[in-house]
């Protein structure tokens, strides 16, 4: 099992932008599932985007044309840029990933993730 950390939250007026990222580390594989959700204060956890290891990717429909999901394999890191960003984005977001092969392509939004990041704040003010 290896380990996720985020980076990149921050407060931002709305219309503002954020780059999120997510480092992975003691993974092995080359096939992966790897995700963003978030979590806002007293809702459930949602997925947000999601990517597999070919690149296919898949969103939110509320997050669809203004977030965009990339991963860097030189740098072993998940992406998150967030664009137009509105309050009703303000969360806690956290990166998950998959490197069992329990899900592929579009479907790895639902994948029963394990690995987990401990998450970092976006807040957006209107």
């Known amino acids: 099992q290896g380990e996720l950390v985020e980076s990149g939250g921050g407060s931002v007026q709305a219309g503002g932008s954020l780059r999120l990222s997510c480092a992975a580390s003691?993974?092995?594989?080359?096939?992966?599932?790897m995700s963003w959700f978030r979590q806002a204060p007293g809702q459930r956890r949602e997925g947000v985007a999601s990517i597999y290891s070919d690149g296919i990717t898949n969103y939110e429909e509320s997050v669809k044309g203004r977030f965009t999901i990339s991963y860097d394999n030189a740098k072993n890191t998940l992406y998150l840029q967030m664009n137009n960003l509105k309050p009703e984005d303000t969360a806690i977001y956290y990166c998950?990933?998959?490197?069992?092969?329990?899900?592929?392509?579009?479907?790895?939004?639902?994948?029963?993730?394990?690995?987990w990041g401990k998450g970092t704040q976006v807040t957006v003010s209107s």
């Open positions: 003691g993974y092995t594989g080359s096939t992966f599932c």
């Open positions: 998950a990933a998959d490197f069992r092969g329990r899900a592929s392509g579009s479907w790895c939004l639902y994948a029963p993730y394990d690995d």
